[in-house]
């Protein structure tokens, strides 16, 4: 269905026609102008700050976090966090070049295929594009070297995520996806913790709709 065959069945269903011009011209200015709405206090501290409120939050939401000092740390870390849950060593690993600078064959034991993800895959890695201290969630624009298939089929997701990348406020991370980005992509993933649900008899069940570990590895590049 075109954009415009759908416009029209909406406006249908109102009962009302296209928009005055001096409506439309006011959206449109507020499409563009990107207003700010009430944000948090604690969206707005110091960076240091704000990365331990990140990782509370994760933490809070069920996730695990691993703080790392280069690219080289990052083997040892996923080795040693998949050690610890008893997982298997096999990895699929998101096609992105900071992903494919990490020194994985220093820990040989670890298989890394790149790509997107499959039903039998069991532990993904991704690259996070941005993270946001307010609710510890992290945010994966599609695109060829994210690909979406890795935030949902495997049953346990590592992800590295840079310091640097890390804001106070939702309002920030879409700031960094239009300024590096431009064009919404077609998906974005906000993700804060492991998949869970509780709509049978309110029975918390990690694991529902996508990976049941959530495990981050944090590089801390930003001082």
């Not at 990365?51 to 040693?80: H, I, Q």
């Not at 790509?115 to 946001?132: K, L, P």
């Not at 804001?167 to 992509?185: Q, T």
Request: no cysteine.
């Amino acid at each position: 269905m075109s954009r415009e065959v759908m416009l029209n069945a909406i406006r249908r269903g109102l009962r009302r026609g296209p928009l005055p011009a001096d409506q439309a011209a006011m959206l449109r200015g507020r499409l563009a102008a990107h207003p700010r709405q009430l944000i948090p206090a604690r969206s707005r501290l110091p960076h240091p700050e704000q990365v331990e409120l990140f990782v509370r939050n994760l933490e809070k939401e069920f996730g695990t976090l691993t703080r790392v000092a280069s690219l080289d740390d990052v083997p040892g870390a996923v080795a040693d966090y998949l050690a610890a849950q008893n997982l298997p060593s096999e990895l699929v690993m998101a096609p992105h070049a900071e992903l494919r600078a990490v020194p994985w064959a220093t820990r040989p034991l670890l298989s890394v295929r790149e790509g997107r993800a499959e039903g039998s895959d069991a532990v993904s890695v991704q690259h996070a594009f941005a993270a946001v201290a307010e609710t510890g969630t992290l945010m994966f624009p599609s695109a060829p070297d994210r690909p979406t298939t890795l935030n949902v089929l495997a049953d346990t997701a590592i992800v590295l995520l840079r310091a640097s990348r890390l804001v106070g406020a939702y309002e920030e991370a879409w700031d960094l996806l239009r300024a590096e980005i431009g064009a919404m992509p077609r998906n974005v993933m906000l993700v804060t913790g492991p998949s869970r649900s509780a709509d049978i008899e309110q029975t918390l069940e990690l694991g529902a709709h996508g990976p049941r570990r959530l495990h981050v590895v944090l590089m801390e590049d930003a001082g």
